[in-house]
């Protein structure tokens, strides 16, 4: 008799057990839901408010604006100059190529561009038509981008083990771009409108001096010489990571220093850390989504690792899963084939040693071993009503971090046609 009651008992906490589990779940997929759903929404982009008649007539025909940085924002800002009829500017930047944090590979995948950098564009595809400002240029469609809905997801931890968690395809939903990226999109839409004689790649900007009337004096030096050089403009347009600005090792300097107000909110934006992952399979043996982390941290936005199949929906012949490992516990100081073995093996632990059996190729994207960028995207920390706050009427920041839709290339974008704004205005005001 006693052993009965005993069995029926634990039958009894088992079966509670169950129920709240089940409940949580809910709950967190909820959290999850309401989470994306918030991520979805944007604001209007503005009306520009500088009026192009005006430049000509308010801004002395000597004055020039110097855009450090040729990422989204810093490029967006050159577009915004260009359609405003301001041409007496150039873009410094320190690498090697243009476009920052997006950068797209068409070797990988045969019938596929892949992202290497940023990948999801987060709201609704009506932005593309948005962000183009020449009227010339609206005649043409723009990207075709597919609804990405997951229709299979996993979850696993150390404390469930690896469970299918399907009902989320019900509720979340992102867009992507079908067969193209955001850095063609930049190349193909921005880029175009900006003379390349503008850009001057393999210029590391080291200190910037705004205390000489009206006039910023740049320092600099190129990639592969100590050899100083200075530059004179009227107004800076800085467009890089606000890791390139942050603490004691700021690789730009300032003169005067930034007051202690600007000094914190650049300190506070949180850069995550992050390295992407490409594989290359013969066959697909995975979900459409996979998270290695708990509902909890996933939906707190906490996890570690993220899988998804990098070419869903995108009517490729070819099978490749993309791993995004970001956040304090990355990857990111190991060197690439030791990523690789350590995703490989957690992805045979996952589906029974078919990563391995059906393995082709692989990329390996470390953006936080990414020179004059060290991270992927801001995850909190911003404060824009400082951020955006004009220094010393000659200097505007711009990046994803300046902005209110903060992580995501429109943002970025806008940022920068809110700082070339700021600066034509500051010039026709004459302060």
């Known amino acids: 008799m006693i052993e009965i009651i005993c069995c029926k008992r634990i039958r009894l906490r088992l079966l509670c057990q169950r129920v709240i589990f089940f409940v949580l779940f809910i709950f967190?997929?909820?959290?999850?839901?309401?989470?994306?759903?918030?991520?979805?929404?944007?604001?209007?982009?503005?009306?520009?408010?500088?009026?192009?008649?005006?430049i000509s007539s308010s801004i002395d025909g000597d004055s020039s604006i110097v855009i450090i940085g040729a990422g989204a924002a810093g490029l967006y800002a050159a577009y915004t100059l260009e359609y405003l009829g301001y041409t007496n500017y150039h873009i410094l930047e320190a690498s090697d190529r243009i476009g920052g944090r997006m950068r797209e590979t068409v070797d990988f995948i045969p019938d596929r561009p892949i992202d290497l950098g940023a990948e999801w564009i987060h709201v609704d595809s009506k932005i593309l038509e948005d962000l183009i400002l020449f009227d010339d240029d609206t005649s043409s469609p723009p990207p075709r981008t597919i609804n990405y809905q997951p229709q299979t997801y996993g979850f696993r931890n150390s404390a469930f083990g690896t469970f299918r968690f399907n009902i989320i395809k019900h509720f979340y939903a992102e867009t992507k771009f079908y067969n193209s990226t955001w850095f063609s999109y930049f190349r193909d839409s921005i880029l175009t409108r900006i003379p390349p004689s503008k850009i001057q790649l393999n210029t590391i900007v080291t200190n910037i001096q705004y205390n000489n009337n009206d006039l910023v004096t740049i320092t600099s030096k190129s990639s592969s010489s100590d050899a100083k050089t200075t530059t004179t403009c009227n107004r800076v347009i800085i467009a890089v990571p606000a890791t390139v600005l942050q603490d004691e090792d700021a690789m730009i300097t300032f003169d005067p220093p930034l007051t202690n107000e600007m000094t914190n909110a650049i300190n506070a934006v949180d850069l995550q850390d992050g390295v992407k992952l490409f594989f290359e399979f013969e066959r697909k043996f995975y979900h459409d989504q996979f998270f290695v982390a708990s509902m909890w941290e996933t939906a707190f936005g906490d996890y570690s690792v993220t899988y998804f199949d990098g070419l869903f929906r995108k009517d490729s012949a070819y099978h490749m899963v993309t791993v995004l490992d970001v956040g304090e516990n990355s990857l990111v100081d190991l060197d690439d084939d030791e990523i690789v073995e350590h995703f490989l093996d957690e992805l045979d632990d996952m589906y029974d040693g078919k990563a391995r059996k059906h393995y082709r190729n692989h990329v390996v994207m470390n953006w936080s071993k990414e020179p004059y960028i060290h991270g992927t995207w801001t995850e909190g920390g911003v404060s824009f009503d400082k951020l955006s706050k004009p220094i010393g009427n000659k200097l505007f920041l711009a990046g994803e971090y300046v902005h209110e839709e903060f992580s995501t290339v429109h943002a970025a974008a806008l940022s920068g046609r809110r700082a070339a704004e700021a600066a034509l205005q500051s010039m026709m005001d004459g302060s």
Not at 37 to 51: E, G, H, I, N, Q
């Open 28 to 54: 967190l997929a909820l959290l999850i839901v309401s989470k994306v759903l918030t991520s979805k929404s944007r604001m209007p982009v503005p009306s520009l408010y500088v009026d192009s008649d005006d």
